[in-house]
């Protein structure tokens, strides 16, 4: 484990939207580590709902009051990020069972690449549990309402695209 007592931690994702539970994940983040850095990953297979400025720019606006959150992007390998950050901890949101067999996967293959990095896992409130930036698009593409489960700002994005 590298000497750095200055915890900074990595929150990387798509965020395509940000929802509350991804929030819900970065306000836990926030009070375990001395900073977090919510990064959104620019090279994604998926294409993504809105670009890499407004995902920035969204996530910005719901932790502008999280006073040691940041918002950055990157490309290639989350634990390359992590590394040229000089941080050693990333962050992953489970929901449930579901999202258990791919973040295993995942973090213990970073882990075979790179073994200083810790992948830190985090459960949100149970009412996130079922939330997903996949579901909030569908939903708004069919015209439900998704005010409970975004910020004010991003629901008037969704509508703007819908
Ligand atoms: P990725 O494509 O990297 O999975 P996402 O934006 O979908 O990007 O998710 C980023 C991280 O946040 C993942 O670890 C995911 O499990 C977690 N996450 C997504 N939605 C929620 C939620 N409602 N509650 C808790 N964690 C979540």
């Given amino acids: 484990m590298k000497k750095n007592n200055d915890r900074i931690a990595i ?70 990020y992590c590394n040229k950050k000089n941080s050693y901890i990333l962050i992953r949101g489970l929901r449930a069972i579901s999202d258990f067999e791919n973040e295993f996967q995942m973090a213990l293959m970073n882990r075979k690449i790179d073994n200083n990095i810790e992948t830190v896992f985090l459960m949100p409130s149970e009412e996130y549990t079922y939330l997903s930036s996949s579901l909030v698009k569908e939903i708004a593409s069919l015209n439900g309402d998704i005010s409970n489960f975004v910020s004010n700002y991003v629901n008037k994005k969704m509508k703007e695209k819908t």
């Fill in 11 to 80: 929150y990387p994702g798509t965020f395509d939207p940000i929802t509350d539970g991804h929030l819900d994940i970065i306000k836990r983040a926030s009070k375990l580590f001395s900073s977090v850095i919510v990064s959104v990953a620019t090279n994604m297979k998926k294409k993504p709902m809105f670009s890499t400025t407004e995902r920035v720019k969204m996530i910005k606006e719901s932790v502008q009051n999280i006073k040691n959150v940041s918002v950055d992007t990157f490309s290639g390998l989350s634990i390359d």
